[in-house]
């Protein structure tokens, strides 16, 4: 059984940084399509980045540049690194994980979703 265990989240100023984390259980993170989505509160959930089996990563264009995705093989474990924040970034991010062929910012594709680590960003 897969699960995603996210933390990192925390309080942070404008400008500021914050790296996130997902440990993956009960599979391989080099192996399968990874991802991180985020909902601020009265928003749909957005997809925020992906990595997929080949290390190949795709940002929104509203983080690009900013927030980087990685993998960590030797520790099963998913990043967020999060620079230059904005009060906009302030949002629920998720861990995400499928595996199906196709590895795209699509969240209906994602199978497996962690329980979130809350982001916040103040003025």
């Known amino acids: 059984q897969v699960q995603l265990v996210e933390s990192g989240g925390g309080s942070v100023q404008v400008g500021g940084s914050l790296r996130l984390s997902c440990v993956v259980f009960g599979y391989l993170v080099s192996s399968n399509c990874f991802g991180w989505f985020r909902q601020a509160p009265g928003k749909e959930r957005e997809g925020v980045a992906i990595?997929?089996?080949?290390?190949?990563?795709t940002a929104s264009d509203s983080v690009k540049g900013r927030f980087t995705i990685s993998q960590d093989n030797a520790k099963n474990t998913l990043y967020l690194q999060m620079n230059s924040l904005k009060p906009e970034d302030a949002a629920m991010y998720y861990c995400?994980?499928?595996?199906?062929?196709?590895?795209?910012?699509?969240?209906?594709?994602?199978?497996?979703w962690g329980q979130g680590t809350q982001v916040t960003v103040s003025s």
């Open positions: 990595i997929n089996w080949s290390g190949a990563t």
């Open positions: 995400a994980a499928h595996f199906s062929s196709r590895c795209a910012l699509v969240q209906a594709d994602f199978a497996y």
